[in-house]
């Protein structure tokens, strides 16, 4: 098992920057593809950003290419997602997920583990 332990949520103004991390702890050698997700209420929960086990490979939303960034450190069993130039509707509970294949994927059924999430409000 992993688990998965995300912070660095918060309140922020239109514009501003949040930068969240994930930690993996257990069996942290399955924890390879990762990707961080998020839910608005009322909406499914979608893709917002994934990354290889590598590093080497990232997948964004169209929505956020260009305003935020995955990267991991996988010697500290870390993955971070770097969020600038927010808007209002970045607004969201923000989910970390971990797969056991190595390639990322955008599919939520894809993934075998999930943090508990963190909320990030951008206030107009």
């Known amino acids: 098992q992993v688990q998965l332990a995300e912070s660095g949520g918060g309140l922020v103004q239109a514009g501003g920057s949040l930068n969240l991390s994930c930690t993996a702890s257990?069996?942290?050698?399955?924890?390879?593809?990762m990707a961080w997700f998020r839910q608005a209420q009322g909406q499914e929960r979608t893709i917002v950003a994934a990354?290889?086990?590598?590093?080497?490979?990232?997948h964004y939303a169209d929505s956020v290419k260009g305003r935020f960034t995955i990267s991991r450190d996988n010697v500290k069993h870390t993955v971070y997602l770097q969020m600038n130039s927010l808007k209002p509707e970045d607004t969201a509970v923000y989910y970390c997920?971990?797969?056991?294949?190595?390639?990322?994927?955008?599919?939520?059924?894809?993934?075998?583990?999930w943090g508990q999430g963190t909320q990030v409000t951008v206030s107009s």
């Open positions: 997920a971990a797969d056991v294949d190595y390639a990322p994927s955008g599919e939520v059924s894809s993934y075998d583990y």
């Open positions: 257990g069996r942290t050698d399955t924890a390879r593809a």
């Open positions: 990354i290889s086990w590598s590093g080497r490979v990232t």
